[in-house]
């Protein structure tokens, strides 16, 4: 939250020091000298948009002084990055200060431009306003004023670039221990659904039955009838030892997702016959149809 207030400040520092470095202030100023002799009426400002000159010991009236075409043109190239530069710097407050993802870009281009702005300004003092007078005319606020907007622009991208701290990781609370935990009242025992396979099944016991049910066919020996005979003389062969993974599934009760016992028969199979095939000299007369003849 630091990091972002100061970098939306410094970006809003350095479009306002931009701006008036080249539109209000002055980056030369003093007053020209003749034959050695320092004229105290007249001074003159010089800018990247040109120069003036007024009269401070009379009227106080101005007019423009011409400058050499080389730092005109540099000035004016000068001027246009700076405001451009002034603008992204405006852009670049708002977005840090809301932590957009899109700060990055626009500080990116802040560095850009600060950059091209500071060798622009630095070709314009190389090149220098030529202004006639015997000796040059001394650096005056602008020129500071640009380099600090230049510098609060930079910094301004430094604080927009970096990535917002990580936020401390908060620890879970901890977890119920598997031995407090308790278990589900009427849950299903699958170690009892899973033992040997002489367990007495539900079916065995008539599931609730008041008496065990008898085949009609009684006591005659082979298949006794549909229902089978449910007592056998012998140890039963387990129904499901192929399969045994299948056994729970059977023996558990319809009110738990199981069968109870119950085994559903196939449904028995139907003898089905091919379609009979129709003559062709009938295919017109069941179709209504023109049919071509037979070859």
């Not at 199979?269 to 129709?278: E, H, K, L």
Request: with cysteine; hydrophobic share 45%.
């Amino acid at each position: 939250m630091a990091s972002r207030v100061a970098g939306a400040l410094l970006a809003l520092t350095a479009a306002a020091l931009l701006a008036v470095s080249v539109i209000a202030a002055a980056w030369w100023s003093g007053h020209p000298k003749f034959n050695g002799n320092e004229i105290k009426a007249k001074e003159i400002s010089v800018g990247p948009l040109g120069a003036t000159g007024c009269n401070t010991g009379g009227d106080g009236a101005c007019m423009n002084v011409p400058v050499d075409p080389t730092f005109e043109t540099v000035g004016y190239a000068l001027a246009g990055v700076t405001g451009l530069l002034a603008l992204v710097a405006l852009v670049l407050a708002g977005l840090t200060a809301q932590n957009s993802a899109r700060r990055k870009s626009f500080a990116i281009f802040a560095i850009v431009g600060a950059m091209i702005a500071a060798l622009l300004a630095v070709l314009l003092v190389v090149v220098g306003p030529k202004i006639r007078t015997e000796a040059p005319l001394p650096f005056s606020t602008g020129l500071f004023i640009f380099f600090g907007g230049v510098t609060a622009a930079l910094a301004a991208s430094v604080f927009a670039m970096r990535a917002p701290s990580t936020p401390r990781m908060q620890l879970a609370p901890a977890r119920q221990s598997m031995q407090n935990m308790h278990a589900p009242q009427g849950g299903l025992d699958m170690h009892a659904l899973l033992s040997d396979d002489a367990a007495v099944r539900p079916s065995q016991a008539a599931m609730g039955r008041n008496a065990p049910v008898h085949s009609p066919g009684g006591a005659l020996p082979g298949p006794s009838g549909p229902l089978g005979s449910l007592q056998g003389t012998g140890p039963q062969q387990p129904l499901f030892s192929s399969a045994p993974q299948l056994r729970p599934l059977y023996e558990v009760a319809p009110g738990q997702g199981g069968t109870g016992g119950f085994v559903p028969q196939a449904p028995p199979s139907v003898a089905m016959r091919p379609p009979t095939p129709v003559p062709r000299d009938q295919i017109s007369a069941h179709a209504g149809i023109p049919t071509p003849a037979s070859i």
